[in-house]
């Protein structure tokens, strides 16, 4: 049987163009957004001999909305039959540590189980430079593991905490609407990243495929634009995609973020201020941060971390 296309694996359309899967919701079509189109005159060269031109998020959507409208959605939407090509992280982790020791050292480091540790970005699919992040997947309640290594692993130099040059690249790059001192505070817990030799690495979390049916997140009916305060009661699945919490509080029943910035922002029995789009689903309502690429205005602080 094959196995269901899952987030953060990546597909080939049928012209060769080249997506990340950005949702669990595939069903029916592939929710994706595209990051290499081959081009004579692209910057990333496959080993085939191809190049490929990189597209960041703006650019993706408007090169699909010009050349393939019929993809365009929220995300792009790539029905099965156009799709050539699926790449797995777990399954094509053997053949990317190959070729690149850091990755073979981070697998070694962590020690998990084949299939629950894979490799995604541009190593996936062999378009990586010298620049390149390692983009680590684990999967399902072994990440939590991965998490604790990464943690042990910096306390003990086997890899690199990030430099105070890096956080402030890392803040730039993602612009939160939050001060610097607070953002590096809630960062540093989460143990998520590092470095290894020099290159940035992070440790991204996906549902293993017994979890994928978990929550199902549909699109709700917008009330407006909120700010809360609540207790988190569960957070097991703040480092997914949306970060999910499960909060206490007199009429918001769970607090999503679309942005990878608040993921692992507060930990259960902790308290947090909110501020996003309230929508209704069903009987609930949901807080969801991460409405916009940059999230402009909203973002999610733990109160209890910073004593307040």
Known sequence: MTKPVRLRDFIEDKDGWIYAVSTYDNADKIGCVLRYVPDADGERLHASGTRYKKYDFEDAYAFIA????????????????DVKRVWKPDEELPQIARRHPRVQKLVDLFGLPNGTVGCTGSLLCGLENEASDIDMVVYGQHWFTAQALVRQGILDGKVEGL???????????RKPEIPYDQFVLHEKRKWNRGQIEGTYFDILFTRSYDELNRVHLGKGTVI??????????????SFDNPAIYEVEHESVNRVLSFTHTYSGQALAGETIEACGVLEQHGNERWLVVGTTREARGEYIISKTLLGQ
């Open 224 to 237: 407006g634009k909120q700010t809360i305060e609540a207790k988190v009661t569960d957070a097991s699945l």
């Open 66 to 81: 010009k050349h393939k409208p019929q993809y365009a959605d929220l995300l792009q939407r790539i029905p099965y039959g």
């Open 163 to 173: 430099s105070e040059d890096m956080w402030k690249k890392v803040y730039e790059k």
